[in-house]
């Protein structure tokens, strides 16, 4: 059974970092590519940032720059640091497995302004 787990949310300062990690179990997980999306209130959820299994990255535009997605395939962990938070950066943030339907139950960040 496949399971991820994020955590490192929190509260932060508009200016600030925070770095999210997501623990997967139940997979090969050095094979997949893992994503990070958000979802702010009353807003779709948002495609973030992307790293292959080779370690290929990709990021939205809204975080170009300021996020930096990387994973340690012997932890079966996947990070995303967050740089320079924005108010409109503060969302529930999820990560799950490329082209899945695996999510894990997200983690709350909050940037205060």
């Known amino acids: 059974q496949v399971q991820l787990v994020e955590s490192g949310g929190g509260l932060v300062q508009a200016g600030g970092s925070l770095r999210l990690s997501c623990a997967a179990s139940?997979?090969?997980?050095?094979?997949?590519?893992m994503n990070w999306y958000r979802q702010a209130p009353g807003k779709q959820r948002e495609l973030v940032a992307t790293i292959s299994s080779l370690g290929n990255t990709n990021y939205s535009d809204s975080v170009k720059g300021r996020f930096t997605i990387s994973r340690d395939n012997a932890k079966n962990t996947v990070f995303l640091l967050m740089n320079s938070l924005k108010p409109e950066d503060m969302a529930v943030y999820f990560c799950?497995?490329?082209?899945?339907?695996?999510w894990g139950r997200g983690t709350q960040v909050t940037v205060s302004s």
């Open positions: 139940g997979l090969v997980f050095g094979i997949y590519g």
């Open positions: 799950n497995v490329w082209n899945s339907n695996y």
